[in-house]
């Protein structure tokens, strides 16, 4: 048996143990809710976890970016929804690309989106589908409202070779009520109008535990749920235990009796705040606070700590948001407990584009 | 000739007659303050800029983990200062591995770092230099006194495989003045003490074209001062016209008269504020705000544009922190001013180690 105590850091550790769990209690939650489960793959970006959320009942997967589709597409994932607006002729021929060989389907809020996607799929034997993306509180991408997104249907159901495959949604963390309550005024508005609805699909990790409640909704697009991270913890939706990423790292300098500094900054932390504190919580000394990152420091403050790090000790701390942390790595260790099974390469890792 | 309109996005642009500006302003302003220039290269991570900067005068490289200095090494550079703590046995190898084949000194801060060098280095004809790292006013790694690096020293110049080659520090930004008076009465005490002080070595691209005030000091270590970017124009130490590395991203949706999203987020711009409020400077639109960023989309406040940004133009924006925008891509594409010129690996990116 090879310790995680032999890795060199700064490592990211990923728990076989607790992926399984957290997969499977979301899945037994999806079901119990009567909700589909398409989770979302920019957390983990890793083909073998993307096919074990299937095997477990997941209808599929959602990737944000044409690269991470491709990526899945290539490991043999056979069900994607991307959640992003494309634009751009050379964005539409890789999706053409992609359409010809999988099922994808993608999202539009604006009558250019719809247009361009219309210039490139013309085949009405074999439309493209396309979701309406709303703006139910997260002001982020969507149409505004419930007669908007109607208006943006009706454009997809004119072209020949799309077709209207329902509403999709990124809700405000917290703000789930809000958002089914728009989701079911738009539905309403449908109904009325004679436009079928054919999926209404929403998501978000820190709203997981209420899938029971998500109303008009037929479908459900977590990502974070399959490693949880502290800021989960802090939204409610995991404890530290459950919490399948973390990164392993060695105090390198001890400069003053409250101070220590870690081998691991913002190239491996990534200086996401997501609202919080500090920079991550210290698994091995709850009591130290991570009070600052530069590239490749870490600094804690560790005068609360009654045994306090040591040089050359290795400690494990769970980030503030594990997804971007995945994004940083070329590779993370597959581990049970402190057991090293295998290293393995991030595949869609740094797919932009 | 290809335009940067061409190219997909979101995708790094450095422009490689800003860089060498930037680069020969740098070497000019060190030639004429007397000091030696060694460029961190975590910066831009790339062999050629490293060569480039040693063609033009500088006396080596700096690097901060052994990844870089390994991938440096491979490409032929061959004199290298690795500014941080080297703990454990299987790092403590890998640099006796580099130490074998070309000129790399490191830094240290504590008894433990040194008893752990004294350890794998033991020829006294080929001894490893080793600076002792001091805390100057950053708050980070560091011996806290003068005393406390002579104290260093000393320990260092007992051990037979190593060698005192002179104190380093990375100043607080704006400090410069503290830190210098901080190394000049260390060196005061080091010269009573009868202890050769070979170099003190600084840096900081915030304070760069202050090289000719830096008083005891004999070697520079300037980072970013290459590509330069929003945080260096907010510090005064450039223009956004000096700025050589630019994110080129698609707007893809405006769904409020507001409002509009890119298509780069924190995984092409990361979340570094460094003090600054927002997310990085849109050279097209100076009035856009970018006021939010997730994962895959940037949220920009047009409110003020007198003309706004339409669905499909393409933007280029100046981050607030070049470098760690360098380690999220696993390309960049050098360009002259809107010519695209060539698209190369970003070598030592990624290399946490």
Redesign the interface.
């Known amino acids: 048996m090879t310790s995680i105590l032999e890795l060199?850091?700064?490592?990211v550790l990923v728990d076989l143990d607790k992926v399984e769990a957290n997969l499977k209690n979301a899945q037994d939650a999806a079901d119990k809710a009567g909700i589909k489960l398409r989770p979302h793959i920019?957390t983990h970006k890793l083909p073998r976890f993307a096919k074990r959320q299937v095997e477990l009942g997941a209808v599929g997967i959602t990737v944000?970016?044409l690269g991470e589709a491709e990526v899945m597409a290539d490991a043999g994932l056979s069900d994607l929804l991307l959640t992003?607006?494309i634009?751009?002729a050379?964005?539409r021929a890789r999706l053409k690309a992609l359409h010809d060989r999988v099922t994808i389907r993608v999202v539009a809020?604006?009558a250019?989106?719809v247009a361009g996607l219309a210039e490139t799929f013309v085949d009405a034997g074999k439309p493209l589908s396309v979701f309406v993306e709303c703006?139910t509180g997260m002001?982020?991408?969507?149409?505004?409202s419930g007669q908007a997104a109607l208006e943006m249907a009706k454009k997809i159901v004119a072209a020949p070779g799309l077709k209207f495959a329902g509403l999709m949604t990124y809700p405000a963390a917290g703000k789930y009520k809000e958002a089914q309550q728009w989701l079911a005024d738009a539905k309403a508005l449908f109904l009325g109008a004679g436009v079928s609805l054919p999926e209404i699909t929403t998501g978000g990790t820190p709203d997981i535990w209420h899938m029971s409640e998500a109303g008009v909704a037929t479908e459900y697009r977590p990502g974070t749920y399959i490693y949880m991270d502290r800021s989960q913890v802090v939204a409610g939706a995991a404890t530290f235990e459950q919490c399948a990423l973390t990164v392993l790292a060695?105090?390198?300098?001890?400069?003053?009796e409250g101070?220590a500094?870690i081998?691991?900054g913002?190239?491996?932390l990534?200086?996401?705040?997501l609202g919080m504190q500090g920079h991550g919580y210290v698994v091995d000394f709850p009591d130290a606070k991570i009070v600052?990152l530069?590239?490749?420091?870490g600094?804690l403050d560790v005068s609360a700590c009654a045994v306090k790090p040591?040089?050359?000790d290795v400690i494990r701390i769970i980030p503030n948001h594990c997804?971007?942390v995945s994004?940083?790595?070329?590779t993370v260790t597959l581990v049970r407990g402190d057991e090293v099974l295998e290293t393995v390469p991030v595949a869609a890792r740094?797919r932009?584009?």
């Open positions: 060199e850091t700064p490592v920019k944000q970016k992003f607006n634009i751009g050379k964005k809020d604006s250019e989106t703006d002001g982020r991408c969507g149409v505004q060695t105090v390198v300098s001890r400069p003053t101070r500094i081998d691991a913002t190239k491996t990534t200086s996401d705040l600052g530069s590239e490749e420091h600094t040591k040089i050359g997804c971007p994004n940083l790595f070329d740094g932009v584009d």
